[in-house]
């Protein structure tokens, strides 16, 4: 007889069964464990480098490696304490570690994501079926006791937005049959699941003033109202179908201008290595980095670089020549969420990420490769740090 599946629940809160026994609930004493733990299992379909959990995990610091390596090892202690059935959950590779995908497991955030793709192909009657799968699976947001952290909030924007796609279109297919029962429903239990929806509240509305529950629409729309997340009190029916009707239309050209603007951002955004940019977008990019690494505790270097001529008065365009093969170092050397920018004739300002995870400093590797091309024509490299702080 074979094992049942493990199940494992990412969104609305973090848990782990089998048979519906509860698993691993020791990890909820150590936060460092059952991270690590959850970002091998949201990303359970690739692997994952050392240094893509560092930069999580432990930022710049300068034993990050050795530290991931003895968290992994207590992780693999308390699985193999607590559950020795999952003594093979985590593969390690070279330089990685993975979820084990040959594991008897179902996760929550891997079935709502093929569920939506697959609706996205699919005809009715079957892609009703996928989209209802879809706002079954969606029970909260993912991991909320870790809210706030980079890897989880952008994973939650992308699920949040899937299951919005599949319920606005359960609610327009309701009121288009005439079930405007089951669209106040469906509008209640998104309403439960993001507050802060207006569409929802105007559905919900709708539906109710349809069905001629008018005390119940004067109450969500009287709710809603005093949360903020309704511009007027309880309008007449036209009105609202009309303001209805400017909505829905109003967030399809979102849809289609974000789509574009991704496309935008995508390919030129493209590539590896430092991004280059005027010194103008280089301040405001800078200004935005700096306040977001106070929040999320993500130090910044800023680096000047000068480039100093092998004469005291070089010809015509030998410096330029110089910098030209200094920033296509940069392009190759740096990372690529550095910024570089022109800051005079024989300078460079340079945003950066900090140093690597062996605790070398992205500035030597810049300086070794610059001295290493055979058009740098003679020119030293100097270079400054900073750390910046906010006012």
């Known amino acids: ?25 020791g990890l909820a004493r150590n936060r460092k464990l059952q991270q690590l733990l959850q970002y091998l299992l949201l990303n359970c379909d690739r692997a994952v480098t050392h240094q893509e959990l560092i930069a999580h995990f432990w ?48 996760i929550d955030v891997q079935e709502l994501q093929r569920a939506s793709a697959a609706a996205a192909a ?10 209802q799968a879809v706002i079954a699976l969606y ?23 899937l299951y919005k796609t599949a319920l606005y279109h359960q609610i327009e297919r309701a009121r288009a049959r005439g079930d405007l029962s089951a669209a106040e429903s469906l509008s209640r239990r998104g309403l ?33 109202r005093a949360l903020g997340f309704l511009h007027t009190g309880i309008p007449g029916l036209s009105d609202l179908e009309s303001s209805h009707q400017r909505l829905i239309r109003a967030q399809a050209a979102m849809q289609r201008e974000a789509a574009h603007i991704e496309e935008e951002i995508r390919l030129g955004g493209a590539g590896s290595g430092a ?41 015509s365009g030998r410096t330029a020549a110089a910098m030209q093969v200094l920033e296509g170092v940069l392009l190759r050397t740096l990372n690529t969420g550095d910024v570089a920018a022109r800051y005079s004739e024989n300078r460079f300002v340079l945003l950066l990420s900090g140093f ?24 030293l490299l100097l270079y400054q740090l900073h750390t910046p702080h906010p006012n």
């Open 1 to 25: 007889m074979s094992n049942p599946p493990i199940r494992i629940q990412l969104l609305g809160g973090f848990s782990m069964a089998v048979g519906g026994r509860p698993m691993l609930s």
């Open 59 to 106: 930022g710049n610091s300068f034993d990050a490696e050795a530290s991931l390596r003895a968290v992994m090892y207590r992780l693999r202690q308390t699985i193999d304490r607590e559950e020795p059935a999952l003594a093979n959950c985590i593969r390690t590779g070279r330089g990685s570690y993975r979820w084990n995908p040959a594991l008897a497991c179902s």
């Open 122 to 131: 699919a005809a009715p009657p079957r892609q009703d079926e996928l989209e």
């Open 139 to 161: 029970k909260g947001r993912l991991l909320p006791e870790a809210a706030g952290e980079l890897w989880v909030d952008r994973r939650q924007v992308e699920l949040q937005a």
């Open 192 to 224: 439960q699941m993001d507050a802060a929806d207006e569409r929802l509240y105007i559905e919900q509305i709708l539906c109710l003033q349809a069905l001629e529950r008018p005390q119940e629409a004067a109450a969500a729309a009287g709710w809603a």
């Open 275 to 315: 991004f280059i940019c005027s010194y103008a977008a280089f301040r405001c990019i800078s200004q935005v980095r700096l306040r977001a690494s106070t929040r999320y505790h993500h130090p910044l270097l800023v680096a000047i670089v000068s480039l100093v001529p092998p004469v005291a008065r070089p010809v």
């Open 356 to 379: 690597a995870a062996d605790g070398t400093g992205p500035m030597e590797r810049v300086r070794s490769e610059f001295y290493r091309h055979p058009g740098q024509d003679g020119y």
